[in-house]
Structures are given as C-alpha cells and as structure tokens.
C-alpha cells in the first residue's frame, strides 16, 4: 500500500543582523536559529562584519548571505541609498518574500535599518537587545530617518528587559508607540554542555582542587564592560586583605589595554584573562561568585545562565537585572560605584552563609521559563496573522480648520480606490475641527487622530507620515484643501504599476488653484508636458520643476519607506514640501502626470501669505541646496542647472518678497531688511528683471502701508496710556 507522502514546503523565514560577531546581539541570533531550525527553513543576512567561529556554530541548515560593503556609498548626504536597491536585487533575501523576518538590534546601522525595511516579508520582528538608540536624538538626519525607517516596517518590538524598552522610548518618541512585549534573551545550557571540548576548548576550570575563592566574570573585553574596573576592584581588595582569584572569560578591543595593567599593578599570578570559552557551565557552576560589573545592557544573559546555574552574583543596577533578581534575596544589585561594588563583592565573598542564602533561594525560584516555554512563545508571534494593510494612505494633517476639514475628507473618501485608509491629524485644534471630522467614525477607512499638543505644521507632517500612516504610498492632503478626481488615486496607482521595474517613488499631477474669496478666477496649474505622462530621472525633474515652477503637493502619491529613509517633513521651513519632494527625486525617478488631482484653496492663513521676513532666505536656499546635491553627486552640471536655478530663486522670491511686504513687514526698515535677506541668499538676484519689476510694482505702495501701520500703532499706544491713566 502507497503512503501518502506530505511534500508541502516549509516555510522559510530570514534572520537580519548588522553584524555577526561575539556579542549579545549575535549571540541572541545564533540561539533563536538554533531553536527554529526544527521548524523552519532559515536564512541569515549580516550586512557588516561576520566572525568565523560565530558563523560556525550555526546549524549547518542556515544559508548565510552577506553585503558587500565596498558597493554602498560613504555619502552621508544620500540619504535613499540606490546602491542598496540595486544590491537588493542581486541577493536571494531581497528576491524572496518571507514568512517572517527575526532582525537583532539593527541599529543605529543605516545600512542594517534600510535593509530590514526593504526585505519583503509577511511579518517582521525587531530584537532590541542594547542601548544603543539612547543617542537618537543626536544622530544626524540619515541615521534618524534610517532607524524611524526600520521601526516602520517592525510588527512587533521584543525588547530583552521591560527596563531596555522604557529607557530607549524616552530617547526615540517612535519606538515608544511600537507594539511590544518583552522576550528574554534565550539560555541553553544543555547546548553548551553537549558542545564541550569544542576544538581547543577546555571546559574544566584551571582552579580545581584550590581552596582559594574563585569570582568569574563573562563579557566582551569592551570599555561597557568595565573590566578594567574590576581589576581595580580587585586590587584595592587584595590591599586589604581579601584574598581570591579572578577570571574573565571573553575577548575584545580592550584586552591588550588590561593586559598591560594587569602587568603594570603586579595581579598576574591572581586576575586572569582566560579568552573565549564555548561551554562556561562548569566555570560557572565551580565559581565562588559571579560578578557583572558592566555599565551598560539590554538584559545580560550570562547573568540569567548564571542564575539558572545556582551561583551567588552581584551585578551592577543595569538594565534587566531587577527583573531577573530579587535583591538581597536572589543576588545582590549595586550601583555602578567602584566604592559600593568593592564593599558589595567583598561582603558576598566573605559570607557565606549569604551565598548559601542565595542557592536556596534559586533552587526555590528559578529566574527563567523553559527553553521550550520561550521557543513557542517566539513561535506564536511569527505566526501572528496581522490585518492587511491598506496600499494608499490618504493624510490630511489639521490645525483649526474646521470650516474645510469637512470637504477635505469627503473628497478623500470619495475616492474609488479599493485599498484605501483616510487619516485626520489634528495638530490640538481649539476649535469645532474635532466634531467636524469625527462624523465619519463609522467608515471602516476612516481615523481621526488628535495630537496631546500642538506640534506646529510641518512636523504634524511628518509624525502623520512616520507614525500613523500604514499605506506603502501616501498623499498628503492639507485640511483646508481637497480633491476633485474620485479616480484620482487609481490612476496614479495604474500609472506606478506600468513602470513597476523602474525605481519611481512618486508620481504627481497638477491642481487647482482656487481662491477663497471670489475675486479671482480658478487657475489650473498643469505641468506643460507631451502627452498624458512623463518619466524623468531625478536630475531632469529637478530643472523641469526650475524651469517651469510646477509643483504640486496635494497631487502627490509617494512611497511611504523612501519618504521616511529620506526624512521628508524634516526641515522645519514654509517650503518643507518642495524641499523633501526635490531631494527624495534625486533618488529614483519621478513620473510626471498630466491631470488636475485636486484644488488648492487660497486664503488669508495660507502659510506662504504669513511668512516673516526672517524666514524668506532659508526657503529660497533650499533650491540651491539640492542643486549642489545633485552636481555633486554627479546627476548634472552646474552650467546645465544655473540658468533655471537662477530664475526659480528670482521668481520665488519675488512672490515671498510680495506676500511679506504686504502683509508680514513692519516697521519703516522693513524695506531694507528685505534687501538684505535678498542679499544674503544671491546678490546676483539683484541683476534679475523679473525680481525687479515686483519690487518696482511694490515700492510705490511702501510709504502708504507704513504710514498706515505707523498711524495705527500710534492709535493703540495712545488707546493703552488713556486705560493705565483711567486706572484708580
């Protein structure tokens, strides 16, 4: 009789790490891999260094692949790295979409962190493991947006300790409104036994059969380790008469350093540094007391094994320790202060009665779950079946709009694109906007979320976009204006599909520009192209947009994970739009459609109407800016670029220069400050006949409008002398 044979392929899932070396992170990976590989087809992508002895510890299963880190650009200025699209395509992991993707700490890698958000998978996990996004908020802007970038794609966060999470959040605002749940860093010590005697690998400890006390230390040989430290310790206990052994077991950058200390303080025959060991079970299990000095941790599994083992410790207050130890009854937790871990190690050593004390009470409370226990909990969240995204998030960012909001979100709704979510950002409104919006709870596709405080307008654009958007293409709809094609969003999304081989990351149409007061007509503003649609690189939509002055940002469908890698809405400016679309087209291509998407509505608390005159330079810099960018980067030429570049800076700022004098200066100076700001960002725009003929337009008018403020002021100041002197 024939059975049946079950020839159903497993499913294979991806380990990302940004490095492959000893340390807690690696060590994490290569445990997790061990346990899943029963269950699991497991891949391993490291995209900087790996070591030897990790890689051959891994199950012979596991197919390694790793980055060339010689073909990524060292600019820090490219911030969408290209070179890493195009080695995404060569390697397997990119080509493949995955089960589920396992990265271990990632950051604060850009490479590691762009990786993780480009690998394609059904569900994606991020370990946080370290401390190593404490220094977020000092990063420069391509590392931010990198990291932002991999927490976007993260399904789950599984910080090592409670405590990790709590710290890293107060650091990176994002992370702390990531889902999260803690897993523990995992512990087998069966494994190491089996793999005693492992190549050169002594697994006896050198101290059998001495009656001298016996503290072990594992760690990386590294300044967080604080190994040095401890041999300070250890002298000034030896000084006093409190007499043992010390070993530590790990390698690393410091060593050559220790050694000469070691040499230099005369503790060679007592401080030993006795490198790597696969198997420290027995080590551990013969140890006097187990010390963890270290300065810095995620949750220190060496001290968990320990633990686990029965043996007496003492650790500095790191992170994870007060969830592993019950202190003075479990072990002892100390400050990091050479002085309290001296007179803590030393106590523990001499009494041992309290040693005793904490083997009963270990035997009692074992401080870790079963390794299978742990393995189908990890299981569980890969098998988590998460709702579908929507492909097109609609934003419509807000701030006391609520006679627009309304028909802004009727004509994203509208909209007759299948896979869609519409979001209300409300930047704290004070007015009605809130009641406004919140009649379209009931729709499925609809959300309104409100700030706790008002975070101003461009980084409401960029929490919408980093946070709350759940898209993979974004249009972002200001509340005061709104769309006028219900079909807009499926054409441009047809439109990205016949170009889906090409490196396009946004497409935009024209809008309409209509003016709230009726004494204007509507303009359309369409981009003068041939035909229905254009595809243009970078550099060639750069000097279309200078030569023309088309833009649009209403009418712009965007890849949400370019946008965020590119840190779009970071430049806290009027022009903030122009600026993130003109830098991210320097990354990839743009197509340019020949359609109207929606109006732009044109009021009195336009942001452009209400610009001071102390913010025109640094909005018009901005295009000479990106132009350098991209000479630079060698997508054009200065002498093919400068022509048009010019121009656009003498038209934009001839606008600002209207909008300003007319309704931001003050003061009969007012005049001259705009001719320095003019100077200041081009004394060559002085030579521009557009620019001065707007000048010449305005200049009459100058002395009527200050006349006219300065006679007001007066009124008022005369107004206020009368009350204080009406005042008993």
Not at 450 to 470: K, P
Not at 664 to 682: F, N, Q, R, T
Request: proline fraction near 5%; glycine fraction near 6%.
């Amino acid at each position: 009789m024939n059975m049946a044979v079950n020839t159903l392929p497993r499913h294979r899932i991806l380990f990302l790490a940004q490095e492959f070396v000893a340390g807690g992170a690696a060590f994490l990976a290569l445990r997790h891999m061990q346990r899943l590989v029963p269950d699991y087809d497991i891949d391993l992508l490291v995209t900087g260094s790996c070591a030897d002895g990790m890689l051959r510890q891994l199950p012979q299963q596991v197919s390694v692949f790793t980055l060339d880190v010689q073909s990524w650009r060292a600019d820090v200025n490219a911030l969408w790295c290209l070179d890493l699209l195009l080695a995404a395509r060569a390697l397997p992991p990119f080509q493949h979409t995955y089960h589920a993707l396992l990265a271990t700490s990632v950051f604060p890698s850009r490479r590691a962190c762009l990786a993780m958000s480009l690998v394609q998978a059904r569900r994606k996990l991020l370990f946080l493991v370290d401390e190593r996004l404490a220094r977020y908020p000092q990063r420069l802007l391509p590392e931010r947006s990198a990291i932002e970038c991999a927490l976007l794609s993260a399904d789950l966060v599984l910080p090592v300790s409670a405590r990790l999470w709590q710290h890293m959040a107060q650091q990176c605002p994002m992370l702390a409104r990531r889902p999260w749940q803690v897993l523990h860093p995992p512990v087998e010590l069966a494994r190491n036994e089996a793999h005693a005697n492992v190549g050169m690998d002594i697994s006896d400890p050198p101290w059998l059969g001495s009656k001298r006390p016996v503290v072990l230390t594992v760690a990386r040989l590294s300044t967080e380790k604080q190994i040095l430290q401890c041999l300070q310790i250890h002298h000034r206990l030896r000084q006093d008469g409190v007499d043992f052994d010390w070993y530590v077991l790990g390698e690393g950058p410091e060593q050559a350093r220790l050694q000469a200390e070691i040499v230099a303080l005369h503790m060679s025959d007592v401080f030993f540094l006795s490198g790597v060991r696969s198997n420290v079970v027995p080590w551990m299990q013969q140890c006097t007391v187990f010390a963890l000095f270290s300065a810095s941790e995620g949750c220190p599994t060496v001290v968990i094994e320990a633990l686990t083992l029965g043996c007496p410790v003492i650790v500095t207050d790191v992170n994870g320790v007060d969830e592993l130890i019950d202190n003075g009854r479990t072990g002892l937790i100390v400050p990091n202060e050479i002085s309290t871990m001296a007179t803590g190690l030393s106590r523990l050593l001499l009494d041992g009665g309290l040693r005793a004390q904490f083997r009963c009470a270990l035997a009692n409370d074992p401080p870790v779950s079963d390794p299978a226990q742990e393995r189908a909990c990890l299981i569980a969240q890969i098998e988590v079946t998460a709702p579908i995204a929507p492909i097109v998030s609609i934003l419509i960012p807000t701030y006391n709009q609520a006679q627009y909001i309304g028909q802004a979100i009727r004509s994203a709704l509208m909209q007759d694109f299948a896979s869609l979510e519409v979001l209300v950002l409300d930047d704290a409104s004070t007015d009605q906007t809130a009641v406004v919006a919140r009649q379209w709870d009931s729709d499925p596709r609809f959300r309104y979320i409100c700030n706790e405080r008002n975070l101003g307008r461009v980084a409401n654009y960029r929490r919408a976009l980093v946070e709350h958007a759940r898209g993979e293409w974004v249009l972002m709809l200001d509340g005061d204006d709104y769309l006028t094609d219900a079909s807009f969003i499926s054409h441009a999304w047809q439109a990205l599909q016949h170009h889906a081989g090409r490196s396009v990351l946004f497409a935009q149409a024209g809008h309409c520009v209509t003016y709230r007061s009726g004494r204007r007509p509507d303009v359309d503003i369409l981009p003068p192209i041939v035909g229905t649609e254009q595809l243009m690189s970078g550099a060639q939509y750069l000097k279309f947009v200078y030569e023309t002055g088309f833009f649009t940002h209403l009418g712009t469908l965007y890849h949400r994970r370019a946008a965020v890698a590119n840190g779009c809405y970071s430049a806290n400016i009027s022009s903030s739009d122009m600026d993130s679309f003109l830098r991210l087209a320097l990354e990839g291509e743009v197509l340019v459609l020949n359609t109207i998407a929606g109006c732009w509505v044109q009021h009195s608390t336009n942001a452009s109407k209400n610009l001071p005159a102390n913010k025109i330079a640094v909005n018009v810099r901005i295009f000479r800016q990106i132009a350098l960018t991209a000479v630079q980067r060698g997508l054009t030429s200065m002498a093919h670029i400068e022509g048009p570049l010019s121009r656009y800076e003498a038209h934009t700022f001839a606008y600002l220069f209207g909008q300003t004098l007319g309704r931001a200066a003050h003061g009969p100076l007012a005049p001259l400050k705009i001719l320095a700001v003019l100077l200041s960002v081009d004394p060559r725009l002085l030579l521009n006949r557009h620019l001065l003929s707007v000048c010449r337009r305005h200049l009459p008018s100058v002395p009527r409008l200050l006349k006219h403020r300065w006679m007001l002021r007066i009124k008022q100041s005369g107004k206020r002398r009368e009350r204080r002197n009406n005042v008993p």
